[in-house]
């Protein structure tokens, strides 16, 4: 039979060291913004609640949502919205002209979703802390030319550093998930103008493409998406094998064969 899974992603955090650390992990946030995703009982809550200048926490649970709200009535720098984060407009809980830190124990059903929602919204961002299946969290860091490279990588590493902190184990959650779990730190510094890149839709759209199929080289994909043969043939740049696949290349490459095919 298979195992029961908690609804919305809730394995809650129950190792005391644990919060501590992944709270610690965002740094002085006094005079800070701070955008908390999936509250939940309020494991890490608890502690920023007492730090930053201004708590945001996004959980969608109508059971938490509510009773956290209850917990800090009254309390000026702390405030709940009760929605699907992936339906929150991350820019408009954020005072003009600042931006904002963000933390979480991740619903790890939608991490990527969530991870793409905060790219999206990078221009608002400094950093986040956010924990997730360790997996998911070895393919973000992953360099070129490894195993775990792939399109989440390129598109996390095109906006921000990622910085790998610690590992949990299923035991430091009530329930314990199936599997371990990673907190990683992405500071957010999109390199769109130091890779040459004028549309960045453009070569989100592109990066989306040249991985479409993990088995085929990358000329192949980009024949799929639409490419003609000759075209690729006549601009392809020197340094890049024409046998190569996306998960070998550099961003700096992938940008050099997108400028190239404009
Ligand atoms: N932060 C708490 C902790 O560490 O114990 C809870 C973490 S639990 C892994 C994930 C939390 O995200 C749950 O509270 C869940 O209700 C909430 N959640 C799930 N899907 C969500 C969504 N789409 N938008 C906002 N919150 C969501």
């Given at each position: 039979m298979p195992k029961h899974k908690p609804k919305l992603g809730q394995n809650f955090l129950v190792d005391d060291n644990a919060r501590h650390r992944i709270a610690d992990a965002l740094g002085e946030i006094s005079q800070r913004t701070v955008l908390e995703i999936g509250p939940g009982k309020g494991a890490i809550t608890d502690i920023l609640a007492g730090r930053a200048g201004n708590l945001i926490a996004i959980e969608l649970d109508n059971e938490l949502a509510p009773a956290l709200a209850a917990r800090y009535a009254g309390r000026e720098n702390f405030r709940v919205v009760h929605q699907d984060i992936l339906e929150t407009d991350l820019a408009s809980l954020i005072p003009p002209g600042e931006t904002a830190d963000v933390i979480g124990n991740l619903p790890y059903y939608i991490t990527s979703d969530i991870l793409l929602h905060l790219f999206a919204a990078a221009g608002h961002l400094n950093r986040a802390v956010v924990m997730m299946q360790r997996e998911v969290a070895e393919r973000i860091a992953a360099t070129p030319g490894h195993r775990e490279y792939g399109l989440l990588s390129a598109t996390s590493q095109l906006y921000c550093r990622v910085e790998n902190l610690f590992t949990l184990p299923p035991a430091a959650f009530s329930p314990p998930p199936e599997v371990h779990s990673t907190v990683l730190r992405f500071h957010f510094a999109p390199r769109f103008v130091g890779l040459g890149i004028d549309d960045p839709v453009a070569f989100d759209r592109f990066l989306k493409q040249s991985f479409a199929?993990?088995?085929?080289?990358l000329s192949n994909n980009l024949r799929s998406a639409g490419y003609e043969s000759t075209l690729l043939a006549a601009v392809w740049?020197?340094?890049?094998?024409?046998?190569?696949?996306?998960?070998?290349?550099t961003l700096e490459q992938m940008a050099l064969l997108f400028r190239a095919l404009r």
């Open positions: 199929q993990k088995r085929k080289t740049p020197a340094e890049i094998s024409p046998q190569a696949r996306a998960e070998a290349l």
